[in-house]
Every structure is written in C-alpha cells, then in structure tokens.
C-alpha cells in the first residue's frame, strides 16, 4: 500500500472514530434526562394540589432533555402522612405537604404557619435557611419552596345563631386540627378530629356545628352549601411545603439543579400574582353561596398566634426562641 493509499485509510479511520464519538456524545447527552419522582398529600386537580401541579409543569417545560418531574399521584398513591417519610427514604424525591405531616420528625415546621412574611421575606431574614437546615438534619431533605404564605386558617360556623363576639362559639363543636386546640381551649369550643370526606355529613346532621379551615377549599367538599357564617380575621398561614430528597439533589449535575432552582425563582414570583387572584376568586365564590362576615377585630388574630407561638416553645424551646425573630417583622 502506498503512502498516499495509507494517509487516505487513516483520514477515513479518523472521520469514523469523530463520528462515533459525536453520536456517543450525543447519546450521553439525551441520557442524561432524569425523571423524577414526586407526590402531593391532596389530589393534584383540586385546591391545594393546584400550585404544586403548576411547579411540575413549569419545570417540565424548561427542563425537557434535561430534568422532569413526575407526579406519582395524590395520598392515594403514597399516604400524605408517609410521603415526608419516603421523600426521607427516597422512595419520593420530592413532595409538596404541610408540616402537620412531618411534625413528629420536626415540630419546628409548623413555626411557618405564624409568619406574617413572605417567603421572599423569610428567605432574606434568614427564617427559610434556618428551617432548611433542620429538615436538612432530621429528615434529608431540603426545602425547595412553599406556597398558600398569604391565605390564613378562619372559623366556620353553620349554626343559625347571632355572633358578636368570640366568646358567642363557647359550647359549640368544631371540626379541628392540632393546630385549633389552644384557640379552641381558650375559647370553650369543642375540638371534634373528622376526616374531611366526612365532615360534610357530620356538619348536615349537626355533629359538629362549624370547623376550622383556610380561606381557600372549603368548596373541593361543597362546605359552603351548609356554611353560615366565617369569622374574620383570618389567622395564621397555609404552608405547603416542597420537600426534596437532599441526597438526590446532591446527585444532579449542575444544568439539572439550574432546572429546579429556576423553577424555584419563577414560582416564588408567579405564586403571589396567583395567590391575589385565587384569594379574590375565593372570596367572591363565599359571598354568592350566602356566607356572612363577621369581624372579630384584630386582637382575635394576635391573641391566636400568640396562643400557638407558646404551644410551639413548649415542645421546642430553643428552636423556637430562634425562629420567631426570624419568621416575624
């Protein structure tokens, strides 16, 4: 073989070897998509599965051939009170639950509720790091985002009665959750635990004769039909919190956590546009069912997270003396 016959062969052999080392290239790169695996304590298509449905979406649209998210489903495919749990494990990578949830493994989660900032607020006052780190420490994971800062907790009441004043629901039954007890001591209502599928029934048959519930939702179980009367102000903060497996997230390459951290930034700025318009739509759908206002001033509200903020300490002293300063303006 000649010398021009063996430079021919070798250019050809290079040509083929560029070639094949572009397609692996290639190849590496539409391998590196990672899907990954999420949940949401409530059913996506309703009230508070809604603007974690929004985070998946954005993220899956920005981060095709790069990063996805799938939602395996709502407590039907993983219980909402295991779902910290597997996101613990890995089982989850990430889900979006209130801390009531995951309040045995960090009663401090609930310290959220009593914020009157934002999170962008929290962010920057050193709140949202403080919170982080402790999920950081007790369950391996990380707080990606919150969303419903901004809608507060009201008493409902579906008894036809004159109502001044709060010491007018002393003797009634409520519907509740752990975070209502102290209110509800203070005030002489009887705390009764219902599932929500249920409370609609026991509320028709007079079981309990009102129950405590965010501004947003009450209609997901068609409450408004029997409900009289809200009481206002409205108290504390709906917290849902987007946990992620801290150990997963260590494991994304760079482009994969700009996906994740970008959609955290978009939604933390779109989810106040969408918070003030939910919270107006809400609010006019209470008014067309019937649903009466009444006001028992601004001493009710400080009088109820104050109460709360003491119950919190009892059970995590000193976590809770540093989180109050940093969670409230």
């Not at 403080?130 to 901004?150: P, V």
């Not at 004769?209 to 409900?227: C, V």
Request: charged content about 20%; glycine content about 8%.
């Amino acid at each position: 073989m000649s010398a021009w016959q063996c430079r021919n062969v070798l250019h050809r052999l290079q040509v083929a070897a560029a070639a094949l080392s572009f397609c692996a290239i290639v190849g590496s790169a539409k391998a590196e998509e990672i899907t990954l695996k999420s949940a949401v304590f409530v059913p996506p298509s309703t009230t508070y599965g809604i603007p974690f449905k929004r985070f998946v979406d954005h993220v899956n649209e920005t981060g095709k051939g790069v990063l996805q998210i799938r939602i395996v489903g709502g407590p039907e495919a993983v219980p909402a009170d295991g779902q910290a749990q597997a996101v613990k494990n890995g089982v989850l990578d990430i889900a979006a639950i209130p801390p009531a949830y995951y309040k045995s493994a960090m009663v401090e989660g609930d310290a959220q509720i009593l914020s009157n900032m934002t999170v962008a607020e929290q962010r920057k006052s050193g709140g949202y790091a403080a919170l982080n780190a402790i999920a950081g420490e007790r369950m391996n994971s990380m707080y990606l985002t919150t969303y419903g800062i901004g809608v507060p907790f009201h008493f409902y009441v579906t008894k036809e009665m004159a109502i001044t004043k709060p010491e007018d629901l002393s003797g009634l039954r409520f519907r509740g959750q752990p975070n209502y007890n102290a209110l509800f001591k203070h005030y002489g209502i009887a705390g009764v635990n219902i599932a929500a599928p249920e409370v609609y029934t026991a509320l028709e048959r007079g079981t309990v004769q009102g129950y405590g519930w965010p501004l947003w939702g009450i209609n997901d179980f068609g409450w408004e039909k029997l409900t009289k009367v809200r009481i206002d102000p409205g108290f504390y903060n709906v917290v849902n919190t987007v946990l992620m497996n801290k150990s997963k997230y260590a494991s994304l390459t760079p482009e994969q956590k700009k996906v994740i951290d970008d959609a955290v930034v978009w939604f933390e700025q779109d989810d106040l546009r969408y918070t003030a318009e939910k919270t107006k739509e809400t609010l006019e759908l209470q008014a067309k069912a019937g649903i009466k206002t009444v006001d028992f001033g601004p001493e009710f509200k400080k009088l109820a997270v104050s109460l709360y903020w003491d119950d919190l300490k009892k059970l995590s002293p000193d976590a809770m003396a540093k989180l109050q300063p940093l969670l409230t303006k």
